[in-house]
């Protein structure tokens, strides 16, 4: 009797302590600092600041800044899951000070299934647009939310007009786990002339260059794993390689009257992938691209540059918008991060955890149809030159700074007689 006493007493102290632990926690996670922190983390992962029922975003859309537009404001709200955990009902608005024109769009999404495998989506919107930049982010920035132009690209020493209206209606269809993705998409746009990148040809000059299009893409990964936000998910990326592979069918015509002028194909595939090597961190990415038919430029690979504080190893840093086109291309990047190979012998600077880092951006591209410039006449902006040379930056630098910074000196090794 005394024994079974002795673990009744036990029993009811553990379970005591284990309620005084619990209602710690509980306190822990109510308390204003925690649940900062938990806000301050979700907007990180997923872009969007909760309001009751409603999201309000992306957040890094609230302002920005370029030649045509001027200065922006911008405004966005969804349904959030608190009101409907399957559906969301969104749009936004914003107007430029500069051209003074309002911008806006909508959306309708759905998702179902087991883990939400299924989405579907419909969208709308009649904005300005960098050339070229929203072809890609899908693959290039995954975790990516908002618009490639925001905040924090808008922070440039010069402004560029390399930007458009683009109105464009949008249906899509996703399929996801953590190791296969296939999506199809349905799409038209209209894309508009400006005073900065007139879309003319010999004398005549077209308001619009309109296109209709459909597309396949497929991605691949293995074993990795994700945080599933609202219609967002976030990929914690692994030691194993990701592939893309995109096929694109499209029709287009010029100006208002949209009488049919020609169709094209668009091929694309990319490759990211990141391993241990020698103590340190090797990280590489690879893509390729052809666009076959006699298309507008507007239709062709216009290289990505870097804008702002956001600069990507899938942009590059020296090159000036428009720069170079092509209808066929090859990029490829190469970081290597050291484990500390000369911060480490420093004393106190190895209590920092720096890293060194060196990276080298290459392309290789050109225009193999010269009856693109048919169609429209090439941008002012563009390089003759073409990337038959290959195009090349290289840096060093310093990583890993509280975590998460990096700083490199880069340097334009070759093209560097272009104007």
Known sequence: ????????????????????????????????????????????????????KFDIGPLINIYRYNKLEGHRLSFGIRTGEAMLKNFTIGGFFGYGFGDKQWKYGGEFQARFGDKYKHRIGLFFSDNVEEYGAQTYVQYLNENWVGDVYNLFTSVRLKY????????????????EDNRFAISSKAKYEELFSNQYVPLKCADQTYETVN????????RLAFKQRYIDGFFHRFYLYNNLPVVHLQMEYGRYSLGRKR???????????????????????FRYRVEIGHVAGQVP??????????????????????MQPMEFISDTYAYAGFTYFTKGLLFNWIPGVKKLNLREVVSLN??????????????LDFPTQYSVENLKK????????????LRFLAVESVWRVTHRDNP
Request: proline share 3%; hydrophobic share 45%; charged share 20%.
């Open 1 to 52: 009797v005394s024994d079974t006493s002795n673990v009744a007493l036990l029993s009811d102290s553990i379970e005591g302590q284990m309620r005084k632990v619990s209602a710690k926690i509980d306190t822990l996670n109510n308390s204003k600092i925690q649940k900062i922190a938990a806000a301050a983390v979700d907007l990180f992962l997923h872009g969007y600041v909760h309001a009751w």
């Open 160 to 175: 560029y007009g390399d930007f458009a209206r683009r109105r464009r209606y949008e249906v899509i269809y996703r399929y």
């Open 211 to 218: 296109v209709g299009s459909i597309s396949i893409a497929a």
């Open 259 to 281: 009488v049919p002028k020609g169709d094209y194909m668009r091929f694309t595939a990319f490759m990211r992938h990141s391993f241990p090597l020698l103590g340190g961190k």
């Open 297 to 318: 430029w507007t239709l062709l690979d216009i290289t990505r540059v870097g804008a702002g504080l956001l600069i990507s190893d899938t942009r590059f840093c020296f």
């Open 362 to 375: 290459c392309a290789m591209g050109g225009i193999l149809n010269p009856y693109h410039k048919k169609v």
């Open 390 to 401: 290959p195009y090349i930056e290289i840096s060093v630098g310093v990583a890993n700074i």
